[in-house]
């Protein structure tokens, strides 16, 4: 079990590492000369490192404003944070958990060798998170760990090929080819941005082409533009919630001093993500050519959300401040009717905001960047109040899955198992 878990949760799981070993195998397939492995293995783990470097930064940002935007409003309820609840389901099932997750490898690669789903998903992290809501659902059925663990590998190989085709058409549109895929469980939200798109403006009017008026158009580079979008939001939330408040966060910072550094620190973070982007991407393209060439005919890498922000940087920002607009109006409802209250957790409203808002700009420029967020923003916010009570019944509280196919999986898992325990 030691070696089981060294395997899955410090390889496996582990992105970089994971993507560094398919780079590698893809270069020595092709035979290439031992620098050009050695070079290209090291320029997409690396490349993976300064992602997660920034990715971290950025995390840090926006849990310092989660945390003033909650105490300055007053908000409680449920967080909807992938990560927190696969904490949860590690302490309680973590062997369960992480067979599941090195069966569902494997049968992402037999899926992607002898089917037409071709995709190999590289995204170790959320393939573990799958892996902890597909346990967490056969659990709240009442299934024995053998079960859990054979039919979990099975559904969460199928997953990982599936979902990645979902997005496919989109992702065609945003890249401008068919070499890569979407290796991100929000698939079904990012498609739907990408429709919604096509059906309320058109790709030519990108919000990377927008003129913008005067003083305006220094917002057309990305940086500027998310350094002054996040410097006011900060600062919105640090007024609510007041310099007592502020200051304690900021362990004595002033606090009209801690928005500045931390709005300018998350713009930092994403110039920083977009360059680990670009640096892996030049590798693993090429490398994965000997894969699909040697061993999967035709495979396609599924690689995670921040992948595409390089092809519409501006429109990160305008589609995380939409689909956080429609997690907020969500929240607002859910408050007046009484139900559970899912407060829009600021980290993955940025990631799958700006995702969702980089499909809608590809087929409906700004106007679909706009609307196609905004959607998935309120998705994002229904499918973890309906798939909550199942993790409470469990044990399982104050968090939830925000990924719209992780709610999908885990709903239909659930009462479709229900209605065969009924049957049978």
């Not at 808002?357 to 960047?369: D, H, L, Q, R």
Request: proline share 4%.
């Amino acid at each position: 079990m030691g070696i089981l878990k060294v395997v899955v949760f410090d390889l496996l799981s582990s992105a970089p590492i994971l993507v560094g070993i398919i780079a590698l195998t893809g270069l020595l397939l092709q035979k290439q000369s031992g620098d050009k492995v050695i070079a290209g293995t090291l320029k997409t783990i690396v490349g993976f490192l300064v992602f997660g470097i920034g990715s971290s930064a950025a995390v840090v940002a926006l849990n310092s404003f989660q945390e003033l935007f909650a105490k300055g409003f007053g908000l409680k309820g449920v967080l909807p944070l992938a990560e927190a609840v696969t904490a949860l389901a590690q302490n309680t099932f973590g062997t369960t958990v992480s067979l599941v997750m090195l069966i569902g490898f494997i049968c992402n690669l037999l899926v992607a060798k002898f089917t037409p789903l071709k995709y190999i998903f590289l995204t170790g992290q959320h393939n573990l998170y799958l892996a902890a809501l597909l346990t967490i659902m056969f659990k709240a059925l009442g299934m024995n760990n053998t079960i859990t663990v054979i039919s979990g590998g099975l559904i969460l190989g199928i997953c990982a090929g599936l979902f990645p085709a979902i997005a496919q058409p989109y992702m065609r549109k945003v890249t401008g080819d068919d070499e890569l895929a979407m290796g991100h469980y929000v698939t079904v939200g990012y498609a739907i941005s990408g429709w919604i798109g096509s059906k309320v403006g058109k790709p030519e009017d990108s919000t990377e082409n927008l003129k913008l008026p005067g003083w305006l158009v220094m917002f057309k580079d990305y940086v500027v533009g998310v350094s002054v979008t996040m410097v006011v939001f900060f600062y919105i939330a640090s007024i609510a919630a007041g310099k007592e408040t502020v200051e304690s966060i900021s362990g004595g910072v002033n606090w009209l001093v801690y928005p500045l550094f931390q709005g300018l620190s998350f713009s930092a973070a994403l110039y920083v993500i977009i360059t680990g982007v670009r640096l892996f991407l030049g590798e693993i393209v090429g490398a994965f050519v000997g894969i699909s060439e040697k061993l999967i005919p035709n495979a396609k890498p599924a690689l995670d959300c921040p992948v595409v922000f390089p092809f519409a940087p501006t429109a990160t920002v305008i589609g995380f401040l939409a689909a956080y607009a429609g997690g907020l109006l969500t929240m607002v409802i859910m408050g007046l009717i009484g139900s559970i209250v899912i407060i829009p957790v600021a980290v993955p409203y940025f990631f799958i905001g700006a995702t969702a808002g980089v499909f809608g700009n590809a087929t409906g420029g700004w106007k679909g960047c706009i609307a196609g967020s905004f959607v998935v923003g309120i998705l994002i916010a229904v499918g973890p109040a309906l798939i909550y009570p199942i993790m409470e019944n469990i044990g399982l509280t104050g968090t939830s899955f925000p990924e719209t196919d992780f709610n999908i999986v885990g709903l239909l898992i659930y009462y479709i198992g229900h209605a065969l325990q009924a049957i049978f």
